[in-house]
């Protein structure tokens, strides 16, 4: 089975507003770039277009933090699911630098599985794990 785990400090990205988060100057603008960067690190895709891009794909996403997250499940899955996917529908995204082509996948239809779990923990941090079904 393929898949790809990323691990990333803070919250994740939240979609909670009309503004897209993929908007310069967007008040999630880091917890967007984050994710994307080290997703970019570990799939290594160099000349491949997108890492999975068309198969059928599982989406967990494990929130841990001292107190409950401040937004919801669905806020974060969408948000995560938005800036993971082929952004290229979106225009142009120069405030995202060369992580503006990147994307593990071609559209968050592709998720047939979807999870969600908030741990307890110290530090607040996540991970989000995609695979191949």
Same mark, same amino acid.
Do not use: C
């Given at each position: #089975? =393929?898949?790809?785990?990323?691990? *990333? !400090?803070?919250?994740?990205?939240?979609?909670?507003? /009309?503004k +897209? #988060?993929?908007?310069? &100057?967007? *008040? $999630?603008?880091?917890?967007?770039?984050?994710?994307?960067?080290?997703a !970019?690190?570990?799939?290594?895709?160099?000349?491949? %277009?997108?890492?999975?891009?068309?198969? !059928? @794909? &599982? @989406?967990? @996403?494990?929130?841990? !933090?001292?107190?409950?997250?401040? +937004?919801? %499940?669905?806020?974060y899955?969408g948000?995560? %699911?938005d800036?993971?996917?082929?952004?290229? $529908?979106?225009?142009?995204l120069?405030?995202?630098?060369?992580? /503006?082509?990147? %994307?593990?996948?071609?559209?968050?239809?592709?998720? $047939?599985?979807?999870?969600? =779990?908030?741990?307890?923990?110290?530090? *607040? =941090?996540?991970q *989000?794990?995609?695979?191949? =079904?």
């Amino acid at each position: #089975m =393929r898949e790809i785990t990323i691990r *990333v !400090s803070g919250y994740p990205p939240a979609k909670n507003e /009309a503004k +897209s #988060m993929l908007a310069a &100057g967007h *008040v $999630h603008a880091e917890r967007v770039v984050a994710p994307l960067r080290v997703a !970019s690190d570990e799939a290594r895709l160099g000349d491949t %277009a997108l890492y999975f891009p068309d198969e !059928s @794909l &599982g @989406l967990e @996403l494990i929130v841990t !933090s001292p107190a409950p997250p401040p +937004s919801d %499940a669905t806020n974060y899955l969408g948000g995560v %699911a938005d800036v993971l996917e082929d952004k290229g $529908h979106r225009g142009a995204l120069p405030h995202l630098g060369e992580l /503006a082509g990147f %994307a593990l996948y071609g559209n968050d239809r592709q998720f $047939h599985d979807v999870r969600y =779990r908030w741990e307890h923990g110290q530090d *607040v =941090r996540y991970q *989000v794990r995609i695979w191949k =079904r």
